[in-house]
Each structure stands twice: as C-alpha cells, then as structure tokens.
C-alpha cells in the first residue's frame, strides 16, 4: 500500500524555524505536483507551498517569503522549510501529491507556534 510518511512537526516559539518531510513509499516522478496544505482548528485546509514540473507556485501572502517548498526525487521525498514561524502558523500540515495515475495525501503532522 502506497504511504506518505510525514515527519518535522512540533512545538516551536514564534520566530523560530521548523523543516517538515513528507516521505513516500513510491516514486514521486509519477507526481507533476507536490505540495503542501494546513488546517488549523474550525477553519477550512488551504493550500501554503506547491510545486508542479519543477516550479514552484507562487506562496500565499500568508507564507511568502517565510516558507519554501523543496523536492528530492531521488528520496522521494516532499520538505517545506518554514522560518519565521508565527502562532498564526498553528495548524496540521499536510501533503499532497497529485499526478496523471491518481493523488494522495498524509495524514498531517501538528505544528505549534508559541507566542
């Protein structure tokens, strides 16, 4: 069975840095788009990093220039940096990979950000 194993989440204070990894039983070529999404308590899951053939999405005004999404096929492997954390960062991260044979998500990690 195809699994994504998602690792790095935490507790952190608010300007400190976490790096979360998404691992996959498969190999990721198969998957034009990577990416990354978060739900926080009693609000909708939104999309936060992607990246389809090589190119990375432009980030949402939430995450610009604090988050940054990065692939290694030959790990299989999805990470997305995240600096500069803010308590408004508090949420389960999720991946997601999509492709022509099909997607599939993570079961999400906690991040805490710490005022």
């Known amino acids: 069975q195809v699994q994504l194993v998602e690792s790095g989440g935490g507790f952190v204070q608010a300007g400190g840095s976490l790096r979360l990894s998404c691992a996959a039983s498969v190999n990721v070529v198969r998957f034009n788009t990577m990416a990354w999404y978060r739900q926080a308590p009693g609000k909708q899951r939104e999309l936060v990093a992607e990246i389809t053939n090589g190119s990375r999405t432009p980030y949402p005004d939430s995450v610009k220039g604090r988050f940054t999404i990065s692939r290694d096929n030959a790990k299989n492997t999805v990470y997305l940096q995240m600096n500069s954390l803010k308590p408004e960062d508090t949420a389960v991260y999720y991946c997601?990979?999509?492709?022509?044979?099909?997607?599939?998500w993570g079961q999400g990690t906690q991040v805490t950000v710490s005022s």
């Open positions: 997601h990979l999509n492709g022509p044979s099909g997607y599939l």
